[in-house]
């Protein structure tokens, strides 16, 4: 039996180290890992973005059709961008951009006008694992957009002793910018008017809502700013100063608060330079509306623009003070603004130098 075991014991040792030769022998190794490769890809246009024509709500717009990289590593994915112009944007791997970031895009480079925008622009793609990247463009192509026109807002005037030239004159539109003055409209808003203005102490005032006619107006009933038809009495304020008026055609509310932000100051001339007449600051004056207080509204009518033009308004004939702006016919003016992009026609342009917002009301 202790024979046996001997033998055993032995056997079991000769083969160990037999393994173990075998493996000094021919020592394993890990192979290399395969290249990592990627295929082509591509990107182009399609068709017109009209943004009249998109669903309500719609939130991304379809820029280009892709064929995305392929790669021989399924730990890679594609983050892809569309770059208008050197702007890059966040794309979609079926080819679509965030709508209102387009948008912006056109009205900050291109402006309102209602024209079609072809924009050039190319795809990158970033193919990464998350810690390695490799960066592929496309072949530049074209995104054509034309945007919605902007909407002027229904307009309201403020008409009595306090504005325009005090006389309560309410005949029609040839009193717009005599004795009515407009309320403007909040830019992204069509239902939100503002005013910004110096008021005398104890001057009266109403709120109309079409020129030559004095039945849709708000006045003063019961001590409360209430839309009626003629029969309210007027309204006041009580201490002379800057005052904000706002007006939500929604629901038919006014309310009157004091203004404590800035006046830049009070103007001698609002001239609107521009391409159309040499960009001369001092020339194509606006007429100052309110005669009877301190003035801070401006118009001019008949205004003739014969071809696509760029302007600006500019204080004191000088550069010193000016307003530009990226949206047209309604904007917000801001020092040193965009150029406000201005297409053929025939104008009335009013313009309040404290919220620096415009019209360009097409006659």
């Known amino acids: 039996m202790k024979k046996f075991l001997y033998i055993a014991a032995m056997t079991l040792l000769m083969?160990?180290?037999?393994?173990?030769?075998?493996?000094w022998a021919e020592p394993q190794s890990n192979p290399q890992g395969a290249e990592i490769t990627f295929g082509t890809a591509s990107a182009t246009g399609v068709d017109?973005?009209?943004y009249a024509q998109l669903p309500e709500g719609t939130t991304e717009v379809k820029v280009c059709n892709l064929s995305i990289p392929s790669v021989n590593d399924t730990n890679y994915y594609a983050e892809t961008y569309i770059i208008l112009n050197g702007e890059e944007y966040p794309l979609t791997n079926d080819g679509f951009m965030d709508a209102a970031a387009l948008n912006k895009y056109?009205?900050?480079?291109?402006?309102?006008a209602l024209q079609q925008r072809d924009i050039p622009a190319i795809v990158r793609w970033v193919m990464t694992d998350g810690t390695t990247a490799t960066t592929m463009e496309s072949e530049p192509f074209e995104v054509h957009v034309i945007l919605t026109p902007v909407t002027i807002p229904d307009l309201w005037y403020l008409v009595g002793a306090a504005f325009g030239d005090g006389s309560w004159n309410n005949h029609g539109m040839e009193d717009v910018g005599v004795s009515l003055v407009p309320m403007y409209g909040t830019p992204g808003s069509v239902?939100?008017?503002q005013y910004i203005g110096y008021i005398p102490a104890r001057k009266t005032f109403k709120i109309i809502h079409t020129p030559g006619d004095a039945s849709d107006q708000f006045s003063m009933i019961?001590?409360?700013?209430?839309r009626n038809t003629g029969e309210g009495g007027n309204i006041r304020v009580t201490d002379a100063g800057y005052y904000k008026i706002t007006l939500d055609t929604d629901i038919d509310k006014v309310t009157i608060e004091k203004y404590d932000g800035e006046v830049?100051?009070?103007f001698s001339m609002i001239g609107m330079p521009g391409s159309y007449q040499g960009w001369n600051p001092a020339d194509n004056l606006m007429t100052g509306i309110n005669i009877k207080s301190e003035n801070h509204d401006w118009i001019v009518k008949d205004l003739v623009i014969t071809e696509s033009t760029e302007l600006k308004f500019a204080a004191n004939g000088s550069w010193d003070v000016n307003w530009g702006g990226a949206t047209f016919p309604v904007g917000?003016?801001?020092q040193d603004g965009s150029n406000i992009k201005v297409t053929p026609g025939t104008y009335t342009v009013m313009f309040n130098d404290i919220l620096g917002y415009y019209y360009f009301m097409e006659q």
């Open 264 to 266: 830049s100051g009070i």
């Open 222 to 226: 019961d001590g409360e700013i209430v």
């Open 106 to 112: 056109v009205v900050d480079n291109y402006g309102r």
């Open 191 to 193: 239902t939100i008017l």
């Open 332 to 334: 917000a003016g801001v």
């Open 48 to 50: 017109l973005i009209d």
């Open 15 to 23: 083969a160990s180290c037999s393994e173990d030769y075998k493996d």
